[in-house]
């Protein structure tokens, strides 16, 4: 948020010299960014991105103009057309150092790492005291599997900026992968103190208090998301699955199939119906939505386990030790403890 306000400011700057010293197109085109920026600043994005169009329509060099373009394509989830923009931002204007730190954002958004570091290498220097540039510098290096070194640039971010609310979230996320629950539980009371509505936060809070059992406690934190957004797929299954613990498997199913409705390929939404068919007895259904988020191939927890505990449920040890071991490689604790106890 605070790179968006300094990059307004700086570009509103600009928009005075071009009114000053250039002819009645240019002009025409300060015109249209400026009030494309009050259009952006209003989160009218729709008319941000429309005036943006008709300022770089008047001035085909306008370098300014193509970099808040970049960051409305951004808001609107355009991400691969918002690179591209940002690319003639920095190729009209190679001194426009802030296209090149929404590009990183963007790049890394599309997975391409080596792009983002490139980006953030060419201006270190100019952001070396930006809380948004080793946010962005800690989300890079949580992408290439650095926790340790993620964590440390979420530290200077947050020495920059003690409101930088993404950095707490970011931070705390790192932690409770890589299992500081205490420290990713502070972090994202931080979060919440600052900003009451951030969704990730309080999801995330309320996964703490699932994984603790508190289940009364982690529906409270899902609500509070769900109260402002219906339809968050993640807050949706997540209550869900403390439903499915709670005896209450009817409620969770309609909370998954609207959560697979918005992520069909939500591994851990597919885990939660692949639990609520087993707790039914239909190991069928069960079998398939398990395997379905194994062909996705992500990380979800207890999913080889319960996998292979199906395939036990139907007198398939065999099957159910093959995919137990799977499980051990990719320490699923559930899998671990099942194998140990089942499989030579």
Known sequence: ????????????????????????????????????????????YAEALRLYDEAIAKNADFSDAYLNKGITLLK??????????????ISLDPTLVQANLVRSEAALDLGRLNEAKADLERIAKQYQDSTRFHLIKGNLLDAGSNPALAIAEYDLALKLSRTNVEAYVNRGAVYYRTGSYAEAKSDFETAVALDPAQPQALNNLGLIDSKNKRWPQAIAYFDQVLSRNPAEPYALNNKAYALLQTGKPEEARVLIERSLEKLPENGYALRNLGIYYQQQGNTDEALKAFNKAIEIAEPVELLYGLTGQTYLARKNLPEACKIWKQGIVLKDSLAIAEAATNCQ
């Open 1 to 44: 948020m605070l790179f968006k306000l300094n990059t307004l400011h700086v570009l509103l700057s600009l928009v005075l010299i071009l009114l000053s010293c250039t002819g009645q197109d240019k002009k025409d085109a300060a015109d249209f960014f400026l009030k494309g920026n009050q259009a952006l600043s209003q989160k009218n």
């Open 76 to 89: 609107l989830g355009r991400t691969g057309e918002a690179y591209e923009i940002l690319s003639e931002a």
